[in-house]
């Protein structure tokens, strides 16, 4: 698979290297000469010739050096990685054959083999640091994998061939239009490119209908596209502008890149100007200036673009330059700075409508190759807090020209990761819906058997409100609604499971915050409720021969103030009991007083004194007999025995409480 070190050289039309010399043969200068130049596709084969003229060993090994290096800055790691190999085996005298393994294996997402290179380049040369670099970004780079963002990622199938497809940009307002670059077989002119070794680049057009489905591609009209290298474009806020880089070609001949602009109108496009872009050079300075890769800031006022002339942190840089009412650059273009670029390349910028900056580099930091970068607007025309997106946006393989749909989190983006149609293909991202569903059980608290036809009722901030009946076995779900969910995103919702001659229960759950997909699993334990069966409260205590509440013994009534509010209908006995020591009408007197005042209580609390009957039972229904506790071993025992009988318990009465008129479900 061709890496896009060598597609970044022609069709974003970056990179170009410099190579050692060497005592050599006039095959091996050539090749070195083609090299330099960026032909990489001649100076494989011009190496191949000479490794075979060369006589000396030490000079063979470095032409199979220099084979590995051609492969290297094409992006070609695969291939990168058996040249080095072959390097060594031919005692290539460098130990950075094993950096750049790694770096090859790193590119193919073999991290625990890079990691082993990297520390076997590490043991060769211990005063490196980019052999921890290395090691550093490979655990990272495993780490992102093994935990990725929410981004989903599929190739446009109909967008791409086998050939490379690249930097996909939305050309209508609607974007369902876009513009992209490709070398497939349709592109103008039939020579080969010396870089690629295939057919130049053009732009070509592609329409979305409504099923999502884009149209067979069209290349762009003869003013756009020439028999040299188009791509990388990009279009205003109106789309009655494009921006694209073309890079002239001439035959033996390396050239610089440049932005055009052309007038759309309609589908046509007018003939394109050259943007002034490079500054003034020395006569004696032969650099060649290059400038791609453009991108407008969401007000069209400003031009972002990528070049690799003086004054730059090192590699490509992305630079900025304001732009007139004709959408011409006026004064001179500012390097964004050392937050932003860095020593290796930073190319396809991207300016999100939130102000968002995104860009690619091969800075060793990312996950292998090319990564798509994300940096936060920190004022007008400035950023930082560069971050990497992460996987699976970013990959072992290179990764770039992102670009956003609106304001939506969904977009295109170039990728020439495994599971696409050939080169470089241009893949969708989205961050699918999270999925949220209730289900559960609802059973009997005192025999745990299930309840068939419990109903169970939820109710959500978003006014959301929909219920369903247990089935025979008490289950409940809460999945699929036609073709919605139940359950939605940041949404909260109360649910309440209820049944005749049960007491209600009241739960709550969230998506608020949560960023996966979740099942919420109840169990709803309902309480029965008869006439003949007595609840017993937490423990409500009182001081000895009294009967006013402690305030413990308050906290403990809450229980059944919540009780009483969530079953607003119900008519309960408040019942008192006392341990068996002392007289019987003492100890009645002093239960029916305890009653009361935990029945005063909750009428101070609003319910409904209507609801309430306190009853004191003295010693009549004792839990544990005095022969029971006599039998005890220990004095602790017994207390704790003769405790549990000193307990207050309600019971429901009726189902048939109405409340007033405006009085809600808390009484007075």
Not at 457 to 478: C, K, P, Q, R, Y
């Amino acid at each position: 698979m061709i890496q896009p070190k060598k597609l970044l050289t022609c069709a974003a039309f970056m990179l170009f290297c410099t190579i050692g010399a060497f005592a050599q043969g006039k095959q091996t200068e050539e090749a070195d000469a083609a090299f330099k130049k960026g032909f990489f596709f001649d100076a494989i084969e011009l190496y191949k010739k000479a490794y075979t003229t060369e006589k000396k060993a030490s000079d063979k090994a470095k032409v199979i050096f220099k084979i590995g290096e051609v492969y290297r800055a094409m992006g070609d790691a695969e291939n990168a990685q058996v040249w080095f190999e072959k390097a060594n085996k031919a005692q290539y005298p460098d130990p950075i054959t094993y950096f750049y393994i790694g770096q090859a294996l790193k590119d193919q997402g073999k991290y625990a083999e890079a990691i082993a290179a990297f520390n076997k380049y590490k043991e060769k040369n211990p005063g490196d640091a980019r052999a921890d670099a290395g090691l550093a970004a490979c655990q990272q780079a495993q780490g992102w994998v093994d935990a990725p963002t929410r981004y989903k990622v599929d190739p446009e199938v109909l967008l791409n061939s086998p050939q490379n497809d690249f930097s996909a940009a939305y050309s209508d307002k609607r974007n369902s239009d876009v513009v992209f670059a490709s070398s497939r077989p349709a592109s103008t002119g039939t020579e080969t490119d010396k870089i690629l070794g295939e057919s130049f680049t053009d732009l070509f057009s592609s329409s979305r209908d409504k099923l999502g489905k884009w149209s067979e591609p069209v290349r762009l009209q003869p003013v756009i596209n020439t028999p040299a290298h188009e791509g990388s474009a990009t279009f205003n806020s109106k789309r009655n502008m494009m921006y694209f880089t073309r890079c002239p070609h001439e035959k033996k001949k390396a050239f610089g890149c440049d932005i055009w602009v052309s007038k759309k109108v309609g589908n046509n496009y007018s003939e394109p100007v050259m943007l002034p872009l490079s500054p003034q050079q020395d006569k004696n300075d032969t650099t060649t200036i290059t400038n791609g890769h453009p991108a407008l800031s969401p007000d069209d006022q400003t031009l972002l673009f990528s070049s690799n002339r003086k004054g730059g942190q090192g590699g490509k840089d992305l630079w900025k330059v304001g732009l007139d009412k004709n959408g011409m650059p006026v004064g001179q273009a500012v390097n964004l700075g050392k937050d932003i670029n860095g020593p290796k390349d930073e190319m396809f910028p991207f300016w999100r409508k939130n102000g968002d900056l995104y860009f690619t580099s091969d800075r060793p930091s990312g996950m292998g190759g090319m990564d798509i970068y994300r940096a936060e607007k920190t004022g007008e025309g400035t950023w930082g807090h560069v971050e990497n997106v992460k996987y699976p946006l970013n990959s072992a393989y290179d990764d770039l020209s992102i670009a956003f749909d609106d304001d939506n989190d969904r977009g295109l983006f170039t990728s020439n990761r495994p599971g696409g149609k050939g080169e470089m293909d241009i893949w969708r991202f989205y961050v699918p819906d999270l999925v949220f569903a209730l289900q559960g059980v609802v059973k009997n608290k005192v025999t745990g058997e299930p309840i068939p036809d419990a109903k169970v009722e939820v109710v959500g901030t978003d006014g959301a409100n929909f219920n369903a009946l247990t089935d025979a076995s008490g289950g409940f779900n809460f999945t699929e609604n036609g073709k919605d969910r139940y359950i939605k995103e940041n949404t909260s919702y109360t649910i309440r499971a209820s049944k005749d001659q049960y007491l209600v229960v009241n739960d709550q759950i969230t998506t608020v915050g949560l960023t996966e997909s979740t099942t919420f699993v109840k169990e709803y334990l309902l309480q029965p409720a008869a006439k003949d069966i007595a609840i017993e409260l937490p423990e409500v205590q009182f001081e000895l021969d009294k009967a006013s509440l402690t305030p413990q013994g308050k906290d403990s009534l809450e229980v059944l103030y919540t009780t009483l509010v969530e079953n607003p209908t119900i008519i309960i006995e408040l019942s008192a009991h006392t341990d068996s020591r002392g007289a019987d009408a003492y100890n009645m007197n002093l239960s029916q007083n305890r009653a009361q005042s935990c029945v005063n209580y909750l009428i101070g609390k609003g319910i409904d004194p209507a609801r309430m009957v306190a009853k004191g039972y003295g010693k009549t229904r004792l839990r544990i007999t005095d022969a029971e506790i006599a039998k005890m071993a220990t004095k602790e025992e017994k207390e704790a025995a003769h405790q549990k009988n000193r307990r207050v318990e309600f019971r429901v009465l009726s189902f048939d409480y109405v409340p007033k008129a405006g009085q809600g479900t808390q009484g007075n």
